[in-house]
């Protein structure tokens, strides 16, 4: 859970194996920042420490009362930040803590990690299996990244996207389907992806860029994506008014992003105006959705991935 | 009292002008080229650089060319006349913009051209290098060493390059408390021990962890090392 300037905390909603927490959108500050739209968030959540870590790290006899510290090691590269969020002071035992680190907006920009330790407070002499001298690192688990600024340069993304199980939800299409993409709220479109099916969920969550995992992932996610841009295109297009202007700000985006090049004009003006005009005329549907299709080809490149994966599935 | 001037920053665009005649001194840039690559920075910071453009220009009156000693003498004036948080420094373009248009003078006058490599870090490194930006460190090493108003312990480091170099250049010197109690310990010692301990503190980083530590623990893990290095 995180919580922004002492509000009611939010869920963060983290996925199986996600690291990378990114709370740009929510915290982004405005364009000139007159008034700082945020001061703090407080990232909530909890640590577990098993009882084979203690006996693992502690001899015998220090183990009921182990001379540990569990503390949160918070780090920023962009502001040369480095300090800890106390979790728990000697002695520290096997059991659940809950955490609770607070990142002030004045000490941190971009990506702020965070990695939680545990380390022993007392020197002893004897029994030189196990560490011996205080702050030495006993234990750590991986490291979380909260990501509080976009890098300049990167857009938000045009659309939400969540995983959901399709068949203990409601509202989202029955059956086996893959993705859905929902436009009950018009101004912001969202892109559910089905977690009934994991195998496939797990490889989106997959990262680097070698290796047949993120080679799959890639070509997944073409294959999602091509659906989602037609349907974001057709219903940007019949948006478009009389004036040739769209209502929302992910309309503009896709208008932006395909018009000139579906009609290989420069004046996006003149793009949006064709497009209209084509989208109205049944008799050019056909041609339309024949543009689309070969600019989607263009623009997502399907043949790229899909030579990788062939080379690392023959390993070639 | 000067009034409070905005602070601003170079564009990544404006990173072009930059070229090796303007890095050797044999060309300046045009106001009105630069402008368009100037722009406000969120929040806006503000600054008293009219205290700060005497505090430079006593600087390169007072200083030789190349002379070390320029950056004790400025420390401290470039930390408390910019008016900044840890975010905004955080900022390579406030940096970028400092040193290209504001400051080039100075940053001419406290490094010698040896290459374009090496002044184009002056003028246009930061970020999290510390080392980098000619009045980023300056501004860097005087918030990791001051104690409030009392920034004895910056003009200490200053005083000895060798400190500056083997300290500012390692990680752990983005921990403050580590920070001070490296320096502290340090002030007095040969460049010998200096170049030692710190190396041999670095290391002990492969096991001890550097957040867990407090100032004193950091003072007991340094005077440790520095008796083993003397007594070798």
Known sequence: MYSVDGKKPVDLDLLPGQKEIDLAPVLQPDEDEEVGNWDQVTIYGRLTIPEKTVNDVFPVFERDSPPAKLYVAIRCHDTIYRDRAMISEAPTGPGTYDVSVMLEKDDIRGTVELCPYLVRTEDRSGEKKYAAKSNLRLASCRDYRIIVDRPKGEEPPAIDGEEASFSRTAYLPDGDKLYYLDFRNESRPKLWINSDHPRITDILQSRGSVGAEPRMRDVVLDQISYGVWTQLLIHAGTAIDDNGDVEYEWQETILETFARNLYDVEDLAEATRMLRDEIDDPGSLPFLMERIDRELQEYIDPRTQLINLMEEGLRI | ?232
Not at chain 2, 19 to 40: D, N, R, T, Y
Not at chain 2, 138 to 152: K, N, R, V
């Open chain 2, 1 to 232: 009292m000067s009034e409070e001037e905005t602070l601003r920053r170079l564009t990544e665009d404006g990173r072009r002008l930059v070229s090796e005649p303007f890095l050797k001194g044999e060309a300046e840039i045009e106001q009105e080229s630069i402008e368009e690559f100037v722009e406000p920075i969120p929040g806006n910071p503000t600054a008293d650089l009219g205290t700060l453009d005497d505090a430079v220009d006593a600087a390169l009156r007072e200083y030789s060319e190349y002379e070390t000693a320029i950056d004790g003498a400025l420390a401290q004036d470039v930390h408390q006349c910019l008016d900044i948080n840890r975010r905004v420094a955080g900022d390579p373009g406030l940096w970028h913009w400092l040193a290209v248009v504001e400051y080039p003078d100075l940053v001419r006058h406290r490094w010698k051209y040896r290459s374009e490599d090496a002044m184009r870090e002056k003028f246009l490194g930061a970020g999290s290098d510390l080392y980098s930006n000619a009045i980023h460190r300056l501004w860097w090493i005087a918030e990791l060493t001051a104690d409030g108003d009392d920034y004895s312990l910056t003009e200490t480091v200053f005083a000895n390059q060798t400190m500056v170099n083997k300290v500012f250049d390692r990680w752990f010197a983005r921990y403050q408390p580590a920070v001070v109690a490296i320096c502290d310990e340090l002030a007095d010692e040969p460049s010998r021990v200096i170049d030692d301990a710190t190396r041999r503190f670095n290391h002990t980083l492969t096991n001890v962890q550097l957040e867990g530590l407090s100032e004193e623990d950091a003072r007991d893990v340094v005077t440790q090392i520095i008796s083993e290095v003397k007594s070798e």
